[in-house]
């Protein structure tokens, strides 16, 4: 049996688990049950963590830090005991694969073929790192030797969004292990399996019990603690701009934590008259429809010349007869399920709202009532979109496509920044000094030419505007957010 049927079996037969994991601690009894969108089924049970929870996480966290077992350790060591975490989790990819799937609904071939490389690779990149980061020497006279060094921050919270589990928790954690810091987790309460046994692989790996907890449970009873806490020195939050708000008052009413935010978007994908389009379709149904729109970077937005919105609107079309809408275990599906009911309901009512506000619906818009939960919406576009309507404005986070129109390129541009967020966008035009004014002019965090991307791990990743502030995911950026600059002086050197 394979790791992926064994994770099938156990969701089947409702066995699958995640709890805090803190040394020397008996947990929250409690447990709340885990629900798989995919049926609406319960495939298992998670503990329902608690402040006390959250409190004996931090202590250990805290404890681990100034014990300098992990914050103290070699460099090169902690690069070695990350690069076995790194073998382990390459031995169960199926496995923690399997896991996303059933718990988010997550296509397993998207697990398998695009969440989990990418999930390898930042933690080996970041292993690697380690010993690849030097500090300075300040230019002073002959009498004095300034040093100017980096030191962890501390301790660190990491909140998770629930669209990637596995991607965000490497996203998150290896930066910040990799710098000496000791991390305190805590999971989407809709997503927690892959966090609990990619902790577990973590401390067989070799990695100090304190040095990396676990907490599950609800925001309020969880994460509101770990954000209010005093022995916390970081919060890295990645989800809604509504509950980044909460993280900064929390800091401002604790212990003014540093806040790390990467938060909503409503990417624009603007398409010049001159871009290949043949070549452009899939990147910008990709865009559109990757994770079935449950994506912050999702270009839902799709600002077009008027002169070629029809040949850009059927290409797109027979690209979406590819896209399979299906049970998302079955590796030929390409949507699954929206992640929950109260989601898939926010996803509807833009399906419901857009008709009315005088958008027309070119393709699209069914639900699939008939597959497991339910909740399975179809790929769909809505054109003759304006800058007023919901849909234009707001975050769907869902597989809708918004078509606007424009005649020059300030009104691309104009368009492409009627948006109070700025996390990504992408550009189609084959005129390079087009390419550049244009990329120069939007006001985002990561600008993709000719292709939707956020870039690769080397390049950092967050937001302008309301999509976040106070550092980055990826690149050396984020390993460098996750620690303090420190200047050392030396008189009469």
């Not at 910040?176 to 892959?194: I, R």
């Not at 398409?271 to 379709?281: G, H, I, Q, R, T």
Request: hydrophobic share 45%.
């Amino acid at each position: 049996m394979s790791a992926i049927e064994r994770v099938y079996d156990q969701a089947r037969a409702g066995k699958l688990f995640a709890g805090p994991i803190i040394p020397g601690f008996q947990a929250a009894a409690a447990r709340m049950p885990v629900v798989s969108p995919i049926d609406n089924t319960e495939i298992g049970s998670m503990v329902a963590g608690t402040a006390a929870d959250v409190d004996a996480a931090v202590a250990a966290a805290r404890a681990s830090f100034e014990s300098g077992e992990w914050s103290g350790m070699a460099p090169a060591e902690r690069k070695r005991i990350l690069l076995d975490w790194v073998a382990l989790i390459q031995e169960h990819t199926e496995e923690i694969a399997a896991l996303d799937c059933v718990d988010a609904g997550k296509p397993i071939t998207e697990c398998l073929n695009t969440d989990m490389p990418a999930t390898l690779e930042t933690f080996a990149w970041y292993a690697e790192a380690i010993d690849k980061c030097f500090g300075r020497i300040s230019p002073t006279g002959n009498d004095t030797l300034g040093l100017i060094i980096k030191e962890p921050i501390g301790v660190v919270g990491a909140v998770l969004p629930w669209n990637f589990p596995a991607l965000m928790f490497a996203w998150k954690v290896a930066p910040a292990l990799a710098a000496g810091n000791s991390v305190v987790v805590k999971p989407a309460e809709l997503t927690s399996l892959s966090a609990y046994r990619l902790t577990q692989l973590a401390h067989q790996a070799g990695v100090p019990e304190g040095a990396l907890t676990l907490v599950t449970g609800t925001g309020e009873d969880t994460g509101e603690p770990l954000g209010r806490h005093m022995d916390v020195d970081m919060v890295s939050f990645t989800g809604s701009t509504e509950v980044g708000r909460y993280f900064l008052k929390y800091s401002a009413e604790s212990n003014l934590k540093e806040i790390v935010l990467e938060c909503g978007g409503k990417s624009p994908q603007v398409v010049f008259e001159d871009a290949d389009l043949d070549a452009a379709v899939d990147q910008m149904l990709a865009a559109a429809y990757w994770n079935m729109g449950e994506n912050c970077s999702c270009g839902g937005r799709l600002i077009v010349q008027a002169s070629i919105k029809d040949a850009v609107l059927e290409r797109l079309k027979r690209g979406l007869a590819k896209w399979k809408v299906g049970l998302p275990t079955d590796p030929a599906t390409q949507i699954g399920p929206m992640v929950e009911e109260a989601h898939f309901d926010k996803v509807r009512q833009f399906l419901e709202d857009a008709p009315a506000a005088g958008a027309n619906l070119a393709h699209g818009g069914r639900i699939h009532a008939e597959l497991g939960s339910g909740w399975y919406v179809e790929p769909t576009i809505f054109e003759n979109v304006t800058p007023g309507m919901r849909l234009f404005q707001e975050e769907v986070f869902g597989p809708i496509l918004a078509i606007t129109t424009f005649e020059t390129e300030d009104e691309a541009v104009a368009l492409a920044n009627d948006t109070q967020y700025g996390l990504a966008a992408s550009l189609y035009t084959l005129d390079v000094r087009r390419a550049q004014r244009v990329s120069r002019r939007i006001r985002a965090g990561t600008v993709s030419v000719n292709g939707f991307s956020e870039g690769d791990i080397t390049a950092p990743f967050g937001g302008y505007k309301l999509s976040g502030f106070g550092g980055r995911d990826k690149g050396l950026e984020a390993f460098d957010q996750y620690t303090q600059t420190k200047v050392i002086w030396y008189m009469n050197a």
